[in-house]
């Protein structure tokens, strides 16, 4: 099972060229990872003053450019789930055609910033969402 987010691409998303700058595209699958984690029940404003979940490892291939009034849709599912760390991947289509596949790796830190383990809720949560092939 995926979990499934709609992005529209807005105008503060693009370059003067009109299609998506690509650091937005960050900013938009880390939009895509805190719905996730609200969904879960997890919201980050709640997380964070105790705990945070930085990007540990991202990699990402731009597969087409998107523009301005684009609707995506980002599937995003767990590839693993580690002792501290979670491997995402989060592939975006507009329409039948993909934009853009992202693999990532998240970390579970406590308040120091040190990897810690996931809890048992939080990897019961994450387990309907894991994918049989990374």
């Not at 995926?2 to 009109?18: N, S, V, W, Y």
């Not at 937005?24 to 964070?48: M, Q, V």
């Not at 540990?56 to 693993?80: C, K, M």
Request: aromatic fraction near 12%; charge should be neutral; proline fraction near 8%.
């Amino acid at each position: 099972m995926d979990f499934t987010f709609p992005q529209k691409i807005l105008f503060k998303h693009c370059d003067p060229a009109g299609i998506v700058f690509y650091p937005r595209y960050f900013e938009i699958i880390n939009d895509c990872i805190e719905a996730f984690f609200d969904r879960l029940g997890f919201p980050f404003e709640h997380l964070h003053p105790q705990a945070a979940v930085p990007t540990a490892q991202i990699e990402t291939r731009f597969t087409a450019p998107s523009r301005h009034g684009d609707q995506l849709n980002l599937a995003l599912g767990v590839t693993q789930v580690g002792r501290t760390s979670l491997g995402l991947e989060c592939i975006a289509h507009c329409g039948d055609q993909q934009r853009f596949v992202s693999r990532s790796t998240l970390v579970l830190t406590n308040s120091q910033g040190r990897p810690q383990n996931w809890p048992d809720d939080m990897r019961a949560a994450f387990t309907p969402y894991l994918r049989s092939t990374p």
